[in-house]
């Protein structure tokens, strides 16, 4: 008598649930400065709208923020493949040039302000009040990035843990990518349609 292997039928595979967080998170997130930028628009009608243009410096945290996620594409291309060694100075590069992003956009606002925009306060306009607010949201947005790369990094050196489980570098991967983006959204925005 032959036996035949009892087929399963194709399940789809279910997304793993620390993901479909990520997603609902990230759709969360989109709303937030699809709503921030839709008021920009509006706000940007009225007669008092102050037209300045954005300190170069945004130009070169636009590079940083670009490189940083073709460097944590590389990090996780390199841990599923166990190259411990450079995935460590790819995810080390990418917390770095995360960190450096902040800092430049950080000039990028005490350039605005040299040029004696205020940013917040009795002198502010309301133009410079909504980049400062957006700017700012989508920093502490990074700044969270980084805080996950920087948790990352340390398992990444640490001797006890032992684990290849690429998932949790997936997700900041993801979310990695997903700062960029908008960024790239808020600086074309920026510059050209808002």
Do not use: C
């Amino acid at each position: 008598m032959m036996m035949t292997a009892i087929q399963q039928p194709n399940r789809p595979q279910r997304l793993h649930p620390h993901k479909f967080t990520l997603w609902v998170a990230i759709g969360s997130i989109v709303m937030m400065f699809a709503g921030l930028t839709s008021a920009y628009i509006v706000k940007k009608n009225q007669s008092n709208w102050l037209e300045f243009q954005l300190p170069v410096i945004f130009r070169y945290s636009t590079a940083v923020i670009l490189v940083s996620s073709l460097t944590m594409h590389l990090a996780l291309k390199a841990f599923k493949a166990r190259e411990m060694g450079r995935y460590r100075m790819l995810i080390s590069t990418t917390a770095l040039l995360g960190l450096l992003f902040i800092t430049l956009q950080y000039l990028g606002f005490r350039n605005l302000e040299a040029q004696h925009i205020a940013l917040v306060g009795e002198k502010s306009n309301s133009s410079a009040s909504f980049l400062f607010v957006i700017t700012g949201l989508h920093m502490v947005h990074v700044l969270g990035g980084v805080i996950a790369l920087l948790v990352i990094f340390a398992r990444a050196f640490s001797t006890r843990i032992k684990q290849y489980n690429s998932m949790p570098l997936e997700i900041a991967g993801t979310y990695w990518h997903f700062v960029d983006a908008l960024w790239i959204y808020l600086f074309v925005f920026y510059n050209w349609i808002g």
